[in-house]
Nanobody, 117 residues
Framework: QVRFEVSGGGSVQTGGSLRLSCRAS????????LGWFRRPPKEGVAVASI??????TYGESVKGRFIISRDDAEHTIYLQMNNLQPEDTDIYYC????????????WGQGTQVTVAS
């Protein structure tokens, strides 16, 4: 059974930072890509993703501000969010997929990020 433990959301002022964490289990970590999305899964907008080799991909709006990383020993991914802006306010979700297949079938619970202007 795939399980996620998501933490790290909160409220910050414009220009502030937050770090999201997502610990995942129940699948072959070495073959899976993981990512962070905004809004509910059906409307998911990719923020950042990282493949099994650690290669990262970012959405245009977060390039240069957010950093995704993975700790394979801890089965955890992180999203370091820097220089946060009010438009970053949203619910952020952790997701996982087998890197060989495009859909993202596994979703964790959301965590709220609020950036005050």
């Amino acid at each position: 059974q795939v399980r996620f433990e998501v933490s790290g959301g909160g409220s910050v002022q414009t220009g502030g930072s937050l770090r999201l964490s997502c610990r995942a289990s129940g699948f072959n970590w070495s073959k899976f890509c993981l990512g962070w999305f905004r809004r509910p899964p059906k409307e998911g907008v990719a923020v950042a993703s990282i493949d099994a080799d650690g290669r990262a991909t970012y959405g245009e709006s977060v390039k240069g501000r957010f950093i995704i990383s993975r700790d394979d020993a801890e089965h955890t991914i992180y999203l370091q969010m820097n220089n946060l802006q009010p438009e970053d306010t949203d619910i952020y979700y952790c997701a996982a997929r087998n890197c060989a297949f495009e859909p993202w079938p596994y979703w964790g619970q959301g965590t709220q990020v609020t950036v005050a202007s």
